[in-house]
């Protein structure tokens, strides 16, 4: 008799479950949208909570204040980004080291071209926060495991990363991006912009190549 009343209770908890999910999804969106049009200036939870059709009650049910939205934004971007890195990564294509860099490369760029003035200030409200770190340390520890995939094969730079090494490409690759975004640079989805960053990580591993006595 207990499983047989149990069962219905899970079946009314999924909905909730998964109409949740929608709501703070669409408050995201909303705070997206918002960022993109007015900037920070623009960007309060009264706002955000009209725009996502929400009352200001439900929108603080999910997030404390208007940082832990830009926290949240932030953090769906960044794992949506590393999600075309590695779909990139693991696609057919150039196997050569610079062709393995070219796609990560090539995808983290293309994940901040769109949505520019929304990206430029989640960026410089997290950076004045000081939650810049915490968002990082995915993209360091997703860049090791990279690093793994561009050495293997025959034409292999490097083995798998340090994590000296994994922070170093990974700081050197989003700050570039980062400040492309921050200053508003027209280059960001050009290609000699994507060619001069793989030029510098492809010399930096043949540099580790060489210091771990394998040459390039």
Known sequence: MAARRQAPENKRRLP?????????????????????????????????AERAGVSIGTLYQYFADKNALLVALARGEMKAALGEVGRALQGEGDPSVEGRVRAMVRAIV??????????????QALLAQGNGIELMAPVA????????TVGRGPNALVGPLTR??????????????????????PFLASRAFEDEIVRMIVAYLGAVSTAAGRQP
Do not use: D, P, W, Y
């Open 16 to 48: 909730r479950q998964a109409r949740s999910a929608q709501t703070v999804a669409s408050i995201v969106e909303a705070a997206a949208q918002i960022l993109e049009k007015g900037g920070l200036a623009a960007f309060t939870t009264n706002a955000v």
């Open 110 to 123: 293309h994940a901040f071209r769109g949505r520019q003035r929304a990206r430029k200030a989640v960026v």
């Open 141 to 148: 520890a997703f860049v090791a495991r990279a690093g793994e």
């Open 164 to 185: 000296e090494q994994a922070f170093v490409v990974s700081r050197a690759l989003m700050g570039v991006v980062r400040a492309a975004v921050l200053e508003e640079q």
